[in-house]
Antibody, heavy 120, light 107 residues
Framework: EVQLVESGGGLVQPGRSLKLSCAAS????????MAWVRQAPKKGLEWVAT????????YYPDSVKGRFTISRDNAKSSLYLQMNSLKSEDTATYYC?????????????WGQGVMVTVSS | DIQMTQSPASLSASLGETVTIECRAS??????LAWYQQKPGKSPQLLIY???SLHTGVPSRFSGSGSGTQYSLKINSLQSEDVASYFC?????????FGAGTKLELK
């Protein structure tokens, strides 16, 4: 059974940093592109970052480019999101998600999510 | 960026009814479209991919159709467990973008 379990969320002040983790199990982690998707309270979904199988390629929307860094450790089957210079608009539930294939990058499995609140 | 316009924003329907949710892309996305269901307090779950392919384990009362810029999700014979929010997502091009969502309630 595919499982994605996020951790590391919490309350952080504007301008500070936070690192999220996602522990994967139930599949060969190194074979899949992985991603982070967020959802602000009572709002829609926003894709935040994608990383290739080896970690050599990363992709971000303009809203987080230069502030967020996605990374992975295939030996530990773990995905990470380093978030720097946090803003109030980054307040959201952050989901770890698996891309189905390199060619068809929809998200076939999602974690339960972790809440990040950016506030003074 | 490709904009995804989803309608309606909310929908009220009766048990057993058929409902349809629409999603329009700002440009051709060549069937690179997925639909997700999100129940209150839960994470999104994949329903449909490639515009019309049913994800493993999803009931056959869900179906997707469309092409080009126009896509739709149909739910036949609405069940109580279908009460949820539904989102479309294009994965044809970066940045991946989602529709604003449709909240489905029982009448």
């Amino acid at each position: 059974e595919v499982q994605l379990v996020e951790s590391g969320g919490g309350l952080v002040q504007p301008g500070r940093s936070l690192k999220l983790s996602c522990a994967a199990s139930g599949f060969t982690f190194s074979n899949y592109y992985m991603a982070w998707v967020r959802q602000a309270p009572k709002k829609g979904l926003e894709w935040v970052a994608t990383i290739s199988t080896s970690g050599s390629r990363t992709y971000y929307p303009d809203s987080v480019k230069g502030r967020f860094t996605i990374s992975r450790d295939n030996a530990k089957s773990s995905l990470y999101l380093q978030m720097n210079s946090l803003k109030s608009e980054d307040t959201a539930t952050y989901y770890c998600a698996r891309h189905r294939t390199i060619a068809a990058r929809y998200f076939d499995y999602w974690g339960q999510g972790v809440m990040v609140t950016v506030s003074s | 960026d490709i904009q995804m316009t989803q309608s309606p924003a909310s929908l009220s329907a009766s048990l057993g009814e058929t409902v349809t949710i629409e999603c329009r892309a700002s440009e051709d996305i060549y069937n690179g479209l997925a639909w997700y269901q999100q129940k209150p307090g839960k994470s999104p779950q994949l329903l449909i991919y490639n515009a019309n392919s049913l994800h493993t384990g999803v009931p056959s009362r869900f179906s997707g159709s469309g092409s080009g810029t126009q896509y739709s999700l149909k739910i036949n014979s609405l069940q109580s467990e279908d009460v949820a929010s539904y989102f479309c997502q294009q994965y044809y091009d970066y940045p991946y973008t989602f529709g604003a969502g449709t909240k489905l309630e029982l009448k």
